[in-house]
């Protein structure tokens, strides 16, 4: 990756905007400020605000955070600073918010600009076109933050925890790659490296002074500070979440007797109207799906017609079964869906459901009827936070009541989909980890067995090699000892402008 020229890109998404970012970082920042800006004294509202075209020997008043300057290529502020003017390119006087970083305190380690324009794309795509034209390059994928890395700003944990926020799809995947990207993973992982450190330069010493009657660590204290960071490297593996995206879309279907509630629970769900809800038993003739966001990810939820054991009446009453149940032979989580109303048996139809839902609970005043009668029931929800007071209960056989009128326990439902979905998790994830991550912590801890099983029977000039591999392996997340084909592939999935 080439670095020491001026990169530009546009660093805002892509599409109309209230305001979009076009981004530079490089040497030749500051004379593209003076060459964007009119000349001063002309005339024109703001500051530097005028009809010139500006020049490389101009400059423009810029206020900082208590004073204003007059900004030259030669006497670029050694601090952050922003003002509100007006560019002016191809034939265009444009407003815009210009905010300057100063070497070495910028996100890149370079002079980086920032203007903020009106959000036109095409506006955006000509003001990059007069970067590039004052000797800028468009920037490669992940450019600005492989700088930011190559400068000393961020680590490579850091560098892809910006990755990891932008490729995030969910709430709990959000919050574990910005913890990636605060340095959250280097405070953690720098403690296990200097007590590994520690232990090998111990242990390179006593090799040194073996011919002397001296012993700085005992066979005992090896093991139990390597056992030690073993356990802490297991720790960071067991609360951490892949960032990866899943190649399958985990599918939920709604299955239920015709008017049994399904079409008001994927609307519920889905947080708008996907599917007709009417008092006529049969509405839904085809199969319905609606994007459904949960805790670890992006769900399909399916309602399909209502099934009932007695035969089709009609042709197209079979063709819509026979679709209803491919639909739930291919499903991956399975929720029967029963009308807390309807005192007959729950629907029987050729699979055991996954999980049990009563709905239209909001019309009882008492519970008259369970799905699973051999369950006991018990109150699991205070009646404080639940609509008009409902009891929302969940029995110790699964099934669970809601009103998807009124939204009570549908937050437990959306729980307990996730679970389904995606797994069982003991916490919520504090770290987002990549497959790099993970393969690096789980061959260095196998590098930390072998040094433990080897210190009895082994001389320590194994027990060193084994911990300074491992030293090796977890330098490589931190980009420490990192091979010039792994940074490539980090940096090459990031987008264009970040």
């Known amino acids: 990756m080439t670095t020491g020229d001026t990169i530009a890109a546009i660093s805002s998404a892509v599409g109309p905007a209230a305001r979009m970012i076009v981004r530079a970082s490089g040497p030749l920042v500051r004379r593209m400020c003076a060459a964007l800006l009119p000349s001063p004294g002309t005339p024109g509202e703001g500051q530097g605000e005028g009809s010139g075209k500006g020049n490389e020997g101009s400059g423009f008043r810029v206020q900082g955070a208590s004073s204003s300057f007059i900004l030259h290529p030669s006497s670029f502020p050694h601090h952050s600073v922003a003002s509100y003017c007006r560019l002016s390119f191809n034939r265009l006087s444009v407003p815009a918010w210009v905010y300057l970083f100063a070497a070495p305190h910028s996100v890149t380690g370079e002079d980086v600009i920032e203007l903020h324009i009106p959000g036109n794309p095409l506006l955006a795509r000509m003001l990059l076109d007069e970067l590039i034209r004052l000797g800028a390059r468009q920037a490669d994928p992940g450019e600005f933050t492989a700088r930011a890395y190559f400068n000393g700003r961020i680590d490579l944990a850091e560098a892809e925890g910006v990755a990891a926020t932008i490729a995030a799809q969910s709430e709990r995947e959000l919050s574990a790659a910005r913890q990636l990207m605060a340095g959250e993973l280097t405070r953690r992982l720098r403690p296990v490296m200097d007590g590994i450190a520690e232990t090998l330069a111990l242990i390179e010493v006593g090799i040194d002074f073996s011919e002397e009657d001296v012993t700085f660590l005992s066979q005992e204290q090896i093991n139990e500070r390597i056992s030690s960071a ?18 399958h879309e985990p599918q939920v279907v709604l299955v239920g007797r015709p008017n049994a509630g399904k079409s008001t629970l994927l609307n519920a769900l889905a947080g708008h109207d996907r599917a007709i809800v009417s008092p006529v038993a049969g509405t839904t003739r085809d199969a319905i799906w609606a994007h459904v966001s949960l805790s670890r990810g992006m769900v399909r939820v399916i309602d399909i017609a209502g099934l009932d054991e007695g035969d089709a009446r009609d042709e197209i009453s079979r063709s819509m079964q026979e679709q209803a149940r491919r639909t739930i032979e291919q499903a991956d989580v399975v929720v029967l869906v029963h009308d807390c109303t309807d005192e007959r048996p729950p629907l029987n139809f050729g699979r055991d459901p996954d ?15 369970s799905p699973c009668e051999s369950s006991a029931c018990v109150d699991e929800t205070d009646d404080s936070n639940q609509p008009h007071g409902l009891k929302a209960r969940v029995t110790t056989g699964g099934a669970l009541q809601i009103s998807a009128a009124c939204g009570a326990n549908l937050d437990r439902l959306r ?17 987002a980890l ?13 590098s930390l067995a072998r040094a433990c099983q080897g210190t009895p029977g082994v001389g320590p000039e194994v027990v060193a090699m084994e911990l300074r591999e491992a030293l090796d392996l977890l ?14 592939r980090v940096f090459s999935s990031f987008c264009i402008g970040k």
């Open 434 to 446: 990549n497959a790099r991550h993970v393969q690096a912590i789980q061959e260095a801890r196998e």
């Open 475 to 488: 330098g490589t997340i931190l980009g420490g000892v990192t091979p010039d084909d792994v940074l490539g």
């Open 230 to 247: 073993d356990a802490a490297l297991a720790r960071m593996l067991a609360e951490s979440s892949r960032f990866e995206r899943i190649s």
């Open 355 to 369: 999980l049990c839902v009563e709905t239209k609970i909001d019309l009882l005043v008492t519970r008259a009827f």
């Open 415 to 431: 729980e307990r989909l996730d679970a389904l979905a995606f797994g069982e998790v003991s916490s919520a994830a504090s770290l």
